[in-house]
């Protein structure tokens, strides 16, 4: 994971706004404190709208609650993405050195078999060699 990499904000850093723009239903969305909603139509507008309320309390504390929660979620997801990854790359090398492991040990049987079989095998025809000369 590479945590020099300046294009990812942090929590803590303030990301700038576009200016706002004349007459872009956004710019009021723009300026701290206010709250975007869509245009209506002047033909469905009563009266003007009235001023936006400023947040209370509550709001701020559910929205920090909400916040918490989506930024936990995507935390723990990418936490289990990389341990999954860390898993499988651990684990191949380790079966590759139980495998290594395990070639050795058969490898080392088969050559002790066969010195066996051999050293038998020598001695049985020596024996018979042995009874053919008497």
């Known amino acids: 994971m590479n945590h020099d990499d300046n294009s990812i904000p942090l929590l803590t850093e303030v990301i700038p706004l576009a200016p706002p723009q004349a007459g872009h239903p956004a710019s009021a969305a723009a300026q701290p404190g206010a ?6 139509p002047a033909a469905h507008q009563a009266q003007p709208a ?3 309320a400023s947040p209370s309390a509550e709001q701020y504390r559910q929205w920090e609650q909400e916040i918490s929660e989506n930024v936990l979620q995507n935390l723990l997801a990418q936490a ?9 790359d ?9 495998s290594d492991i395990l070639t ?3 490898k080392e049987s088969l050559r002790q078999a066969l010195a066996e079989t051999v050293t038998r095998a ?12 008497n």
């Open 104 to 106: 050795q040990r058969v």
């Open 50 to 52: 009235p001023e936006m």
């Open 122 to 133: 020598v001695a049985e025809e020596m024996a018979r060699f042995s009874s053919s000369k």
């Open 90 to 98: 651990q684990m191949a090398v380790v079966l590759d050195n139980i």
């Open 80 to 88: 289990d993405s990389v341990l999954q990854q860390h898993l499988q």
């Open 35 to 40: 709250f975007w909603q869509p245009s209506v």
